[in-house]
């Protein structure tokens, strides 16, 4: 059926020689130079970067409960447009995700819209309130075969609570994603503390906040043998914990957000809460480190920390202000920008961090894998050529809050295919996949 | 100037043009008819998200010698979840026609937002933003320290700055936006800072200000010092352990009896002390002190009326916003 054929011409195969992708029923069906097209949709890749899908392990959906934020729709959309064919959806909606109910509702939305692999999280704790585990093993059992649990947004900061859920989660092969950030010494907490908060009279969030965490975390991790995966890490000391713990041998994965890697506290000193976001934006020291430390290996992944807000959540005073930014559709050129075009890594480097390692930290199966023949056709096409202007209103996405509004990236996603299916053509969003009718859906 | 928001960005130039001013509305405030119609037909809005009935008035009693219209806007308690939001009440005030908004608030650069963003075109005025800045405090103390220096000095006070004076400041910095106002404009001006308060309310980054830390209020004085700035310290503090008593606060960082002598023994008579008030007696400053003949308590509230009337009177009929344009302006919007 030409209709789910697809050959894509002399695309560069993460970023190395050109060759020619042939894609049916959603695999790839052969890889070389000059394929014959078979009836099949052409599509000319040539100066084009072909990639896995980006696998994001940190993205907020809102839905259920703030569809006033963003939809598993319009999440999905902004997620395919940003060369994402998977995400993990967060459980701090309303209801929280702790339950296999609510689990297997986001994984049904996600199938519906047909945009990406929609992979639910589920939250450690009831209500994420920290003081009794969640029904992990049921969510784990669920349609929906959540693997990570997080209560991001708010710390774990019971260590009881804690060891109880890494070693729990062992028993289905579970990872525990940790919002590092000590409750008591961030109580009120505006930006990062240090030059800037002192100036501008905003209270500080200590990098000691997150970094003892983080050093708790590895040591019970190590403890009793299990798995933890750390969300957003913000500073250089968070880096050095990573990648002392990493030489013992724990098992820990670390994650940047895109944010993290461009973004320092000078922005603040605007007051514009387009800038708020926890962890914080920090200093350019902590900038240079996260980048050295994705590049070396010791932070794993980039995951978005997309969080959309209403604007009346981001046009008001500093304070009232909600924390996050979006993220899904300038993640690729920000990484671009800071990673590539400062010859820190290759768009190889590029495919492990944002699709191979997310994808096995998430396990998320037939996501993540290599353009070879006979797997799944998650596949990207990326013009790094290519420069634009960030424009919020443009986006996807219901959240207006990008700090990147206004911004020259480079790096744009041509095409995104999703099981096959071509999600984005030209730029634009062209038809969701839709699912066998014989599915469980 | 269009805003006056923080002393951080604050040009000598323009420090000195305040404080130049201001000497020429004090002669205003000896005189029997303390009025002046330089801003008739102007309106100013006094709008407080925190109770400061001292700050208000001042503001009130600045605008309304210069014959602008006041409004005073208690907004106290708004919040995104109950009643109003900034938003709306700026745009609120600007369909009102607000010439200037003076804007008191218990949020960190509450007055920067309503200056960048486009929900009202008025002149803004901080007059105090949760523990960031309070531009016209900062400039009563310096207008007060350079009548003072220039009294101690045998010169004339305007166009004067405030080089070589040593200034010491004492207490809470750490919630303090009349410390942060104080030591911007102070450098700016020429005068040599030290902060002295307990370790625990000092900010992280403070090393990078331009100015001494002590946590030694003995040594400090015995130093030598031109001017005692105390601030208001907070009984509660101690309740978040950033002290352990008031009596030990008092203790090593108040300014009590003794150190009152002390002035007296290290052969400092010309040194001054300053509050900002509301004063804790008995806290960081003892009654005696609190009424030496040293005190300039009550000084700094009488120049506070005249600094303030400076400040409005520059912002609106200063430079860039002279009456010409704004009638030609409102003519326009007419048609």
């Known amino acids: ?441 | 100037m269009k805003h006056l928001l923080s002393t951080e960005n604050l040009s000598a130039f323009d420090a000195i043009r305040v404080l130049d001013t201001a000497e020429e509305m004090s002669a205003v405030g000896e005189r029997e008819v303390k009025k002046l119609p330089a801003l008739r037909g102007r309106t100013v809005v006094n709008l407080f998200f925190e109770d400061s009935t001292r700050t208000r008035i001042s503001f009130e009693a600045a605008a309304k010698r210069l014959s602008a219209d006041v409004i005073n806007f208690a907004a106290k308690g708004s919040s995104v979840s109950k009643g109003e939001s900034l938003k709306d009440t700026a745009q609120t005030l600007a369909a009102m026609g607000a010439d200037a908004v003076v804007i008191r608030h218990w949020a960190s650069g509450a007055p920067h937002r309503l200056a960048a963003t486009d929900w009202i075109d008025a002149a803004v005025i901080n007059a105090g933003d949760g523990t960031h800045e309070h531009p016209t405090q900062a400039l009563l103390d310096a207008f007060t320290m350079r009548r003072h220096w220039s009294r101690v000095n045998g010169t004339e006070s305007t166009g004067a700055d405030l080089r070589g004076m040593r200034v010491a400041i004492a207490g809470d910095v750490l919630h303090s936006r009349v410390a942060r106002s104080n030591v911007w404009l102070l450098k700016t001006l020429g005068a040599e800072v030290t902060l002295v308060a307990p370790p625990t309310l000092l900010p992280i980054g403070v090393e990078h200000w331009p100015c001494k830390v002590s946590y030694d209020l003995d040594q400090t004085l015995e130093a030598g010092i031109d001017a005692m700035m105390m601030l208001r310290v907070q009984g509660e503090r101690m309740n978040a352990s950033f002290f352990p008593s008031t009596r030990e606060y008092s203790r090593r960082w108040g300014f009590d009896d003794a150190r009152l002598r002390a002035l007296d023994d290290l052969g400092m008579k010309d040194t001054i002390i300053m509050h900002p008030g509301p004063m804790n007696r008995g806290l960081e400053i003892s009654s005696a002190a609190a009424d030496s003949p040293r005190s300039t308590v009550l000084a700094q509230v009488r120049n506070g009326v005249s600094v303030r009337m400076a400040a409005l009177y520059l912002l609106l009929s200063g430079d860039s916003r002279g009456a010409a344009s704004n009638v030609s302006q409102s003519s326009k919007e007419t048609n």
């Open chain 1, 1 to 441: 059926m030409a209709e789910n054929t697809y050959l894509i011409r002399g695309a560069a195969i993460l970023g190395g020689e050109a060759e020619d992708l042939l894609i049916r029923d959603g695999m790839i069906e052969a890889r070389g130079k000059d394929l014959a097209a078979e009836g099949a949709t052409v599509i000319d890749a040539a100066g084009l970067v072909a990639l896995p899908g980006m696998v994001d392990v940190h993205t907020h959906l809102r839905e259920p409960g703030r569809e006033d934020a963003e939809t598993v729709e319009t999440g999905t959309r902004a997620a395919a447009l940003g060369g994402f064919t998977a995400v993990h959806a967060m459980a701090n909606s309303n209801p929280v995700a702790d339950t296999a109910g609510v689990v297997e509702q986001v994984h049904s939305l996600g199938r519906a819209s047909g945009w990406v692999d929609v992979r639910p999280v589920g939250a450690v704790t009831v209500g994420l309130a920290g003081e009794q585990l969640a029904e992990l093993g049921a969510m784990a059992d669920s349609r929906a075969q959540v693997r990570m649990f997080s209560d991001d947004g708010i710390c774990v900061h019971d260590p009881v609570i804690m060891r109880r859920a890494l070693e729990y989660v062992k028993a289905f092969d579970g990872v525990v994603a940790q919002h590092a950030q000590e409750p008591r010494l961030t109580a009120g907490a505006q930006m990062n503390e240090g030059t800037v908060s002192a100036v501008l009279g905003l209270t500080g969030w200590p990098a000691v906040a997150e970094e003892s965490i983080i050093a708790r975390d590895v040591l019970l991790t190590q403890h009793v043998g299990s798995r933890l995966h750390v969300c957003h890490v913000s500073t250089a000391g968070s880096v050095e914990i990573v990648r002392w713990a990493k030489a013992r041998g724990i098992n820990v994965t670390a994650e940047v957000t895109p944010h993290h890697l461009l973004l320092t506290d000078e922005l603040v000193r605007s007051y514009d809460p387009v800038y708020k976001v926890n962890p914080p934006l920090r200093t350019d020291a902590d900038v240079q480190a996260l980048r050295e430390g994705l590049a070396d290996g010791t932070i794993d992944v980039v995951g978005t920390d997309h969080a959309p807000h209403p604007s009346e959540h981001k046009e008001c005073e500093w304070a009232q202000a909600a924390m996050g930014m979006t993220g899904l559709e300038t993640a690729l050129s920000v990484v671009q920008e800071t990673m590539i075009e400062t010859g820190l890594m290759s768009w190889a480097d590029f495919a492990r961090v944002t699709s191979f390692t997310p994808a096995v930290i998430g396990r998320v199966a037939d996501q993540g894998r290599p353009l070879e023949v006979g797997e799944p056709a998650n596949v990207i096409l990326v013009d790094p050529a290519a420069r634009w202007t960030v424009d919020p209103h443009k986006m996807a996405t219901m959240g207006r809050n990008s700090p990147f509004k206004g911004k020259e990236l480079p790096g744009s996603v041509v095409a995104t295919f999703f099981k096959g299916h071509p999600t984005v053509l030209d730029g634009k969003l062209n038809t969701p996949y839709r699912y066998p009718a014989v599915s469980s859906n």
